[in-house]
């Protein structure tokens, strides 16, 4: 379920407008995405930790690595720090993300009686930054993408290119953080489409809108893109 929106001031409608428009084209150009079937949250929770600063293919090595070292998450659990640590090495920091992995079995187990996260089945967003909120790397980003990809809720996680495109194409001020782009754009974002909206704009902050030089003679957002004006004024 969705938080009720606060009524909007007419610069807010005209942005809601303009993304609403963004995630049209990027829909008609690129298509529709359908959304997964749901999968274990207390498993999506623990991947995510793991791919914090690394790329998706660590990540998944890392994660495979622990899923085959450990026959359950109680064996995680309990698993010498240092040895859960090597097992996970190739995602990078990994003494902080073993700590902050066993921090997480630790809480399930103590809170809910069992390893489980499948309370936040029945959460909204803001329930589940309550629940978890507290815990080391269990930041918006986190939550949002498990509550997003693995629970089907609908809202918008920012990750560095969601972050990048949003600020270039004008949704967000350009000082704007990844928490504060994360909070403007709930509101932005039509709804049902977050999850359709955020793969666009990390597909094409991929292949298109790079960090250094995008390409913007190949981009169909050009003529909403604040950046592609900026950049192009006679
Ligand atoms: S026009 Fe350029 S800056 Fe704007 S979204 Fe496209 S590639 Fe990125």
Same mark, same amino acid.
Not at 132 to 139: A, R, S, T
């Given at each position: 379920m969705r938080k009720p929106p606060d009524p909007m001031t007419a610069s807010q409608r005209t942005l809601q407008n303009k993304v609403a428009k963004v995630c049209q084209l990027f829909e008609e150009n690129v298509g529709e995405i359908d959304h997964p079937t749901t999968a274990d949250p207390l498993a999506s929770l623990v991947e995510t930790l793991l791919s914090h600063n690394t790329n998706d293919r660590n990540r998944d090595i890392a994660f495979k690595n622990l899923l085959e070292t450990y026959p359950d998450w109680e064996a995680v659990h309990h698993a010498p720090h240092e040895e859960l640590a090597q097992v996970v090495r190739v995602a990078g920091l990994n003494r902080q993300k073993a700590k902050r992995i066993q921090e997480l079995l630790a809480y399930v187990k103590e809170t809910h009686g069992e390893y489980t996260a499948d309370f936040l089945r029945e959460m909204t967003f803001e329930e589940a930054v309550e629940e &978890? *909120?507290? &815990?080391? *790397?269990? *930041?918006f980003k986190t939550i949002a993408v498990v509550m997003c990809f693995t629970l089907g809720v609908d809202v918008f996680p920012v990750d560095t290119h969601v972050h990048r495109l949003s600020k270039r194409i004008g949704f967000v001020p350009e000082k704007y953080d990844a928490v504060k782009t994360f909070k403007a754009m709930r509101p932005l974002v039509p709804e049902g489409k977050s999850y359709q909206f955020h793969l666009h704009l990390i597909t094409h902050g991929r292949q298109v809108c790079h960090a250094r030089k995008p390409k913007c003679e190949e981009c169909f957002v050009r003529e909403h893109c604040l950046y592609y004006f900026q950049n192009n004024r006679n």
């Open positions: &978890l *909120g507290h &815990l080391k *790397g269990m *930041g």
